[in-house]
């Protein structure tokens, strides 16, 4: 069975920086997009960036230049590293992953809280 294990968040003030990181473990054949997604209390959850088996990347406009996705193919795992943190990036964190076990689906981790606050 696939699951993807969260790690990183917590609180920090204005302007400084997390790094969250995401692996996938289980009987893994082949990953492709792998991503980050967020929910505010009162939002829909949205995509923050994603990136593809090539390295292929999209963010959302709100974290341009700020946030940067990475992944190691060998590890199966995706990162996100935060920087000039913003009180409006507070939010849970999840990760999400199209995975080929038996058949493409899409898994979710089960969610990192980000609290950006003085």
């Known amino acids: 069975q696939v699951q993807l294990v969260e790690s990183g968040g917590g609180l920090v003030q204005p302007g400084g920086s997390l790094r969250l990181s995401c692996a996938a473990t289980?009987?893994?054949?082949?990953?492709?997009?792998m991503g980050w997604y967020r929910q505010a209390p009162g939002n829909q959850r949205e995509l923050v960036a994603r990136i593809s088996s090539s390295g292929r990347t999209v963010y959302a406009d709100s974290v341009v230049g700020r946030f940067t996705i990475s992944r190691d193919n060998g590890k199966n795992t995706v990162y996100l590293q935060m920087n000039s943190l913003k009180p409006e990036d507070t939010a849970v964190y999840y990760c999400?992953?199209?995975?080929?076990?038996?058949?493409?689906?899409?898994?979710w981790g089960q969610g990192t809280q980000v609290t950006v606050s003085s």
């Open positions: 999400k992953a199209a995975v080929y076990d038996i058949i493409w689906r899409d898994y």
């Open positions: 289980g009987s893994i054949f082949s990953i492709n997009t």
